[in-house]
Every structure is written in structure tokens, then in C-alpha cells.
């Protein structure tokens, strides 16, 4: 029985650090993908981009280091998840898109965030820069460009990158998150049934919590070396998986330590009680 009951626990010690390490992928992976490729061809085209209106707020931009600050605040990064999911949900799924307002949303950022884009390029945003910036988004017909991009993009796509695509939709989906969370708050909960213990199933959500961080920080470091060694560039940033990798595995060693303490304190109550016991067993005879 005792045999039994070590291999069930071993396999959902093992499903439930595969669960953590999902859950890590479904959250990280967006940004992983968007920091990254996406970050880099945007950069890329603001950089090359001849701009036909003088005065705008494009030309004043004139590094990479100011297109990183921009591209690197919340706002933009929000800006560009939103495009990016809908492109990849489109082609994926061959959904129509009715409205893009994409020449909207920039125009908006700009406006809203005028002292934002002043400190990250160093230079004073006037009103007519604001108004010729906006005549020369607008001019562009970004939305319609869009639109015909992804239209030709579901047309043109190869049925395996069309898999690939619905397969990166799916692992980056809420649905999936709910359905993980859901599994891993069960599978803590079959553990500590099989353990019957108050407290004895947190060492195994240590262990669990303690490999899935040293798997994923060793997971994102291979990457981050392979690509950058193969392409020269870094396309994929891995940073973030690396972080909530050594996150998952300093709370791992917390949640560890702090099972040893109770365990520990338990231990010695036990001894106490049975000490207790012994005393009185003595005095009656």
C-alpha cells in the first residue's frame, strides 16, 4: 500500500511541476515572442522610415536608444500585445476583422502621453508637431494597410505555419490559464488527501515549485544563448521567463525551509505529549 501510495504521489508531484511550468509559458511566452521579433521589426522600421511630413514627432527620433525607451514603456508594449494578438488570432483562426483602429490608438498614445515621449527622445512636443504627426499617421492609412496585410497573410500562409500559429493561440490563451490554475489548485488538493497531513504537502509544492524554477531558468538561458549565437541578435527576450523561473524557485526553497520549521515544531510537541504521557504512566504504578 505504502508502495502505491509513494508512486501516485510521485506522479502528481511530477504533473504538478509540468502544470507550473505550463502555466509559466502560457503567461510568459506573449512577451517573450512581442519583446523580442515583434519589438525588433517595429525598431527596425521606425529607424528606416522616411518620413514625409517635416516636423513630426518620428523625426526626432534618431536612435536606438530612444526607440527602446519608447518601445519599452507599458503603454506601448499594451499598444502592440493588442495588435499582435488580433494578427495571430485572425490568420489562425481565419476570423474576419470588421474594424482595425490602429491609426486611432497611435494618435491617442501620442496625445495621451505627450510628456512621456518628451523624456524618451529629449525633445519639446508642440501642438503643431502633435498635428502634423497625426496628418502623417493618418496619410498612411494604417488600418486599411493592416487589414490587407493579415487578409493576404490568411490567404498566402502555409497550412503548418497555420498550425504553429494556432498552437501559440491556444498555449497564450486565458482559456488555457483558467484550466491550468484549475489543475494545479487540484492537484494540491489530491496530494494533501493522499498525504493526510496538514501540512505535510507543502514540501511536496516546494519540490514541485523548486524544479519547475530550476527547469525554466536553465530552459530560458539555452535559449537566450542559442539564438543569440545563431543570429547574432537577441530575437527571443528570454529575461522574463528567467525571472519568474528563479521566482518559482526562491519561493520553492521558502515554502521548503518553512515546512522544515513546522515539521520541526510538530516534532517537538509530539515528544512533548509523549513525554507528558510517560510521567503520568510512571506515577500511577
Known amino acids: 500500500m505504502k508502495f502505491v501510495k509513494k508512486i501516485i504521489l510521485g506522479f502528481l508531484v511530477v504533473l504538478l511541476v509540468n502544470l507550473f511550468v505550463a502555466l509559466t509559458l502560457n503567461i510568459d511566452l506573449s512577451s517573450v515572442i512581442v519583446n523580442g521579433v515583434i519589438k525588433e521589426v517595429v525598431k527596425q522600421q521606425i529607424i528606416s522610415k522616411d518620413f514625409e511630413e517635416a516636423n513630426t514627432i518620428g523625426e526626432s527620433i534618431t536612435s ?22 488580433i494578427s495571430m488570432e485572425s490568420i489562425a483562426n481565419e476570423e474576419e476583422i470588421d474594424e482595425i483602429s490602429l491609426e486611432e490608438d497611435m494618435i491617442q498614445y ?3 502621453n505627450k510628456k512621456i ?13 502633435i498635428e502634423k504627426t497625426t496628418e502623417d499617421i493618418k496619410s498612411q ?3 486599411k494597410t ?5 487578409q493576404k497573410a490568411k490567404e498566402e500562409i502555409p497550412e503548418k505555419d497555420k498550425v504553429f500559429l494556432k498552437g501559440y493561440v491556444f498555449l497564450t490563451s486565458i482559456k488555457l490559464r483558467l484550466l491550468l490554475i484549475g489543475a494545479i489548485i487540484l492537484d494540491i488538493l489530491l496530494i494533501a ?9 507543502i514540501k511536496n509544492v516546494g519540490d514541485a515549485l523548486l524544479s519547475s524554477g530550476v527547469g525554466i531558468t536553465i530552459m530560458s538561458l539555452i535559449v537566450k544563448l542559442t539564438t543569440s549565437r545563431m543570429l547574432n541578435i537577441e530575437i527571443l527576450h528570454t529575461e522574463i ?4 523561473g528563479v521566482m518559482q524557485l526562491v519561493l520553492g526553497l521558502v515554502i521548503i525551509v518553512t515546512y522544515k520549521v513546522i515539521s520541526k515544531k510538530v516534532q517537538r510537541k509530539k515528544e512533548a505529549i509523549s513525554n507528558e504521557i510517560s510521567e503520568e504512566s510512571s506515577e500511577q504504578f
Open 110 to 112: 501620442i496625445k495621451e
Open 193 to 201: 488527501i493522499i498525504q493526510m497531513s496538514l501540512y505535510k504537502w
Open 141 to 143: 492609412e494604417l488600418n
Open 64 to 85: 536606438n536608444e530612444q526607440v527602446n525607451e519608447i518601445l519599452n514603456s507599458k503603454e506601448v508594449q499594451e499598444l502592440i500585445n493588442k495588435y499582435v494578438e
Open 241 to 244: 521567463l528567467t525571472k519568474h
Open 117 to 129: 515621449l518628451e523624456e524618451k527622445i529629449g525633445v519639446d512636443i508642440t501642438d503643431e508637431m
Open 146 to 150: 493592416l487589414k490587407e496585410a493579415l
